[in-house]
């Protein structure tokens, strides 16, 4: 079974800094995609960025990047120039192939910036 | 706005009723699958359904079913409800089934139990 730890419950960022929210994943599987989606409080589910296990460059989009480290099982989130609008809570999640193609996600991280 | 759609918005209704929750998929996506998101369990699976048949089973509860149809919607029906039952419902779509493919999110159905 699939397990995703997110160890910080609450973290907050000054406007334009960077914040790195960190992710712990425990699979038995070797295909499998990592996920970080956003949560603002609207409560829509917004993707933000994707991994692919088998992609050892770290996916980037915009001012998200991800460090991915596949021995220590590790897939943290890096926010730069962080912006009001990213206030939200941020999930962390893993889908694995073969039988369900079900998301298993972290409790997540609650994230402000403030101004 | 991911192309996801779900109605209604919210819900309120009183335990023991039975409610019917409906989702339509992003165009060309086969997979739906239904998440349950609740401030005790987080965020769970219930279901997956693809081209009209059910492919996997999370923590569903006997009392909840679904389907999808041939036009690809899908409805989640919660029967007997109660209290615990009070959670963001949230539909997702893909366009595999079997292949790791990424799942885009409705806006959920806002589920409050009385």
């Known amino acids: 079974a699939q397990t995703v730890t997110q160890s910080q419950p609450e973290m907050s960022v000054q406007e334009a800094e960077t914040v790195t929210l960190s992710c712990t994943y425990d699979?038995?599987?070797?295909?499998?995609?990592l996920f970080w989606y956003k949560q603002p409080p609207s409560r829509q589910m917004i993707l933000v960025i994707r991994?692919?296990?088998?992609?050892?460059q770290n996916a980037t989009e915009n001012r998200f990047s991800v460090n991915f480290q596949k021995a220590a099982k590790s897939f943290s989130l890096k926010i730069s120039d962080s912006q009001l609008g990213d206030t939200a809570m941020y999930f962390c999640?893993?889908?694995?192939?073969?039988?369900?193609?079900?998301?298993?996600f972290g409790k997540g991280t609650k994230l402000t910036v403030n101004p | 706005d991911s192309g996801v759609t779900q109605t209604p918005k919210h819900l309120i209704t009183a335990t023991g009723q039975r409610v019917t929750l409906r989702c339509s998929p992003r165009?060309?996506?086969?997979?739906v699958y239904w998440y349950q998101q609740s401030l005790d369990q987080g965020l769970q699976f219930l279901i997956q359904?693809?081209?009209?048949?059910?492919?996997a089973k999370g923590n569903i509860l006997e009392r909840f079913s679904a389907q999808q149809f041939p036009d690809l919607h899908s409805e989640l029906n919660l029967s007997s409800l109660e209290l615990g039952d009070s959670a963001l419902y949230f539909c997702?779509?893909?366009?595999?089934?079997?292949?790791?493919?990424?799942?885009?999110f409705g806006p959920g159905t806002r589920l409050t139990v009385l």
């Open positions: 997702a779509s893909s366009v595999a089934s079997r292949a790791v493919d990424t799942q885009y």
């Open positions: 699979t038995s599987e070797s295909n499998y995609y």
């Open positions: 991994q692919e296990a088998y992609k050892q």
């Open positions: 999640a893993c889908l694995t192939q073969g039988g369900s193609e079900k998301l298993v």
């Open positions: 165009s060309g996506d086969l997979s």
């Open positions: 359904y693809y081209n009209g048949e059910e492919r």
